[in-house]
């Protein structure tokens, strides 16, 4: 560096040079470098701390959308899987009536099993038994069953209301229900029962 003044236009100047930097690394302000790294790496540290915070808080808003998401579209898919499940019990219900009135339709001596089963339920000793039949039935329960009525004291009474295939047992103190529908509802409960499900 120069110290030689020079004078411009009434103006006393000098020269100035940049001061040269020793091998230290320590500046005119007696700083050194470890310092300004500790600082930089701190800084750094603070940073990706703030960063990794930051995407934290985001990834979990967003899990939480999502699985707000998976449980909406899940809501619908079980809502089917019940109807489908209610859809599938009365398609088999169905069925099942269908076969149990082709079975009565192509051996109607089935009749005469429902109403042995019916009687059977009935305390020994029973008096006064009436069985309501469908005309049809009445007519070959009093075939197949002859020595029943006396025994038993049975009075068949006829009645249209009645599906064939069944009967209705009655005395004075007890009612018996085996028609085909409340027969095949029992088996379909049992079936549901033993499974868990319920309809």
Do not use: Y
């Not at 169905?94 to 305390?123: G, H």
């Not at 075939?143 to 005395?171: K, M, N, Y």
């Not at 027969?183 to 033993?194: F, K, P, Q, S």
């Amino acid at each position: 560096m120069s110290d030689t003044p020079f004078k411009a236009e009434g103006i006393d100047c000098r020269r100035w040079d940049v001061p040269q930097l020793d091998d230290t690394g320590v500046g005119q302000h007696g700083h050194g470098v470890e310092p300004r790294q500790s600082a930089w790496e701190a800084g750094f540290e603070q940073g990706r701390q703030e960063g990794l915070a930051a995407a934290r808080s985001q990834l979990l808003a967003q899990g939480t959308v999502l699985q707000q998401l998976m449980q909406a579209l899940a809501t619908p898919l079980n809502e089917l899987d019940e109807e489908v499940e209610k859809e599938l019990v009365d398609l088999a219900m169905t069925v099942a009536r269908q076969v149990v009135f082709r079975e009565l339709r192509t051996d109607p001596a089935l009749v005469a099993v429902a109403v042995r089963k019916a009687i059977s339920v009935l305390p020994a000793g029973t008096r006064d038994v009436r069985l309501h039949l469908h005309p049809d039935d009445a007519s070959l329960v009093r075939e197949l069953l002859p020595a029943g009525q006396e025994e038993g004291g049975w009075q068949i009474v006829e009645d249209v209301v009645h599906d064939r295939g069944g009967c209705r047992v009655s005395t004075q103190t007890s009612q018996v229900d085996a028609t085909p529908e409340t027969r095949l509802a029992r088996v379909i409960a049992a079936v549901l029962g033993e499974s868990g499900e319920s309809s």
